[in-house]
């Protein structure tokens, strides 16, 4: 029996995935993609070179003595092996089949931004130490009047590891809690305030410098916030595979459709990375502060009525 989707051309469906994930995933706007090619043509991983840091000395009668370079390498692996599959059956298909592939593969495509954007986010487990602001046992408090000098200290950890130049603006993404923050700040600039510099894609504007972005993929861990920021080249990442494909099922009247999503990514420069970890509100805390609040301006009411 012929498949029932007659619009539906697998190689064209995964082109479009592609597309959707390239458009609108947050952390991919945060990451270089400098080996990918070699990824493609050479199989599921690639050897990176680093190379090693060349000393200055100062000039002087003694002969000049030469340092023995050794540059440092590491594998950059696809070892994300994501897939979805589901079943449509013939009942469904009947109105209109392109418009149910297309709202099916943007729920496919949201599903996979979930887990890539929280696997690129965990990436602030390989930031170098010394581009920490806080700690598990010491995390940070933030509110609308800390934010900003927190923010800063962040941004300084990147600028002291000279991870900051003027081709490579550093980035920083929060979560709406945090963000909820940031818009009460009078130190942040909103996207319409930024004047003709340009922003990333889905940037609300910018903060001691950083063009920030929103993730509601950036949970809380333990009653924590990770909080990561750094530049385009701290991060490499590839997607091997991006595959869609249909099937009759022989058990019923459906169609089968499933994809294959496969991509990895390293930390190759963690001093380009900063972090922060920040104390996730509590709610009961919270609701007691706003209680009390609300008692101190009633009180307040009362007094001035008297």
Same mark, same amino acid.
């Given at each position: 029996? @012929?498949?029932?989707?007659? #619009? %539906? ?5 995964? /082109? $479009? ?22 990824? $493609?043509? /050479?199989?599921? *991983?690639? *050897?990176?070179?680093?190379?090693? !840091?060349?000393?200055? &000395? ?9 340092? =023995? ?10 070892? /994300? ?5 589901? !079943? ?6 009947? /109105? ?9 593969? +943007?729920?496919? $495509? $949201? ?17 170098? &130490? ?20 927190? %923010?800063?200290?962040?941004?300084? #950890? ?26 009460? @700040?009078? =130190?942040?600039?909103? +996207? ?8 990333? =894609? ?34 490499? %990442?590839? &997607?091997?595979? #991006? ?9 019923? %009247? ?16 963690? !001093? ?10 509590? #709610?009961?805390?919270?609701? &007691?502060?706003?209680?009390?609040? @609300? ?12």
């Amino acid at each position: 029996m @012929s498949n029932k989707y007659a #619009a %539906f051309i697998p190689e064209i469906w995964s /082109q $479009k995935l592609n597309t959707m994930l390239e458009k609108d995933c947050v952390m991919l706007q945060c990451v270089n993609r400098n080996y990918e090619g070699d990824i $493609k043509n /050479q199989g599921d *991983k690639v *050897k990176i070179i680093t190379p090693a !840091k060349v000393n200055v &000395s100062t000039l002087s009668d003694a002969a000049l003595t030469y340092n =023995e370079l050794e540059p440092t390498s590491m594998e950059l692996v696809i070892d /994300q092996k994501k897939f979805f599959a589901f !079943k449509i059956n013939d009942v469904a298909a009947v /109105q209109a089949n392109t418009d149910i592939m297309e709202a099916h593969l +943007a729920n496919a $495509k $949201k599903a996979i931004e979930e887990v890539q954007d929280s696997y690129l986010l965990g990436q602030h487990a390989y930031v170098d &130490s010394s581009n920490i602001i806080g700690s598990d046992d010491s995390p940070i408090t933030l509110n609308k009047t800390t934010i900003y000098e927190q %923010f800063v200290k962040l941004a300084l #950890a990147l600028k002291n590891s000279d991870a900051v130049t003027g081709s490579k603006r550093p980035w920083v993404v929060i979560n709406p809690t945090i963000e909820s923050y940031l818009l009460q @700040s009078t =130190e942040f600039i909103g +996207a319409h305030n930024v004047a003709d510099e340009t922003l990333r =894609e889905g940037a609300i504007g910018r903060i001691a410098g950083m063009d920030v972005l929103v993730s509601t993929n950036l949970t809380e861990v333990d009653g924590l916030y990770y909080v990561l920021a750094g530049t385009n080249e701290a991060i490499t %990442f590839a &997607s091997q595979l #991006a595959k869609v494909e249909s099937l009759r099922d022989k058990d019923s %009247f459906s169609d089968l459709i499933r994809g294959l999503y496969l991509y990895g990514a390293k930390t190759v420069q963690p !001093k380009a990375l900063a972090k922060m970890v920040v104390s996730a509100p509590d #709610a009961s805390v919270s609701g &007691s502060e706003a209680d009390s609040d @609300s008692d101190t301006d009633t009180d307040t009411d009362t007094d001035n009525d008297v």
